[in-house]
């Protein structure tokens, strides 16, 4: 099944969205991971955005781990602010943990790089 695509309106401007769930192992236990994609005006010949978030609660608890419409303004606005440019053609924005997670903020959801290794740090014990 494919992933819906959406619209969202912030600060005037007009976005599609899509987000994908699928899961990462963290220590492991497997964790709900939302992949978040967005699209200028532009459509998908504009500078992509990725958002990979890792749904907080923990391992395989039931949860509604799936970012609502004000999340994915959140991610939009923070990208925003930190240099994306939708109506660049081409390319990717990646919110990466590593250069974005300790300033990065949405309840219920953290930002993790979307290649995880074992090595990698956990992201629940920021």
């Not at 497997?30 to 990725?50: F, I, M």
Request: proline share 6%.
């Amino acid at each position: 099944m494919r992933a819906r695509l959406r619209q969202i309106h912030v600060g005037g401007q007009t976005f599609t969205w899509r987000a994908a769930l699928h899961s990462v192992q963290v220590n492991g236990f497997y964790h709900r991971a939302v992949y978040v994609r967005v699209w200028g005006s532009g459509g998908k010949n504009s500078q992509k955005l990725e958002a990979d978030l890792l749904s907080a609660p923990g391992p395989y608890i039931v949860d509604n781990g799936y970012p609502t419409p004000a999340d994915v303004r959140v991610v939009i606005s923070y990208a925003l602010e930190h240099g994306w440019q939708p109506e660049q053609r081409g390319g990717t924005f990646a919110l990466s943990e590593r250069e974005h997670g300790a300033r990065f903020s949405l309840p219920g959801f953290l930002l993790v790089d979307p290649v995880r290794t074992a090595e990698s740090a956990d992201p629940r014990r920021r």
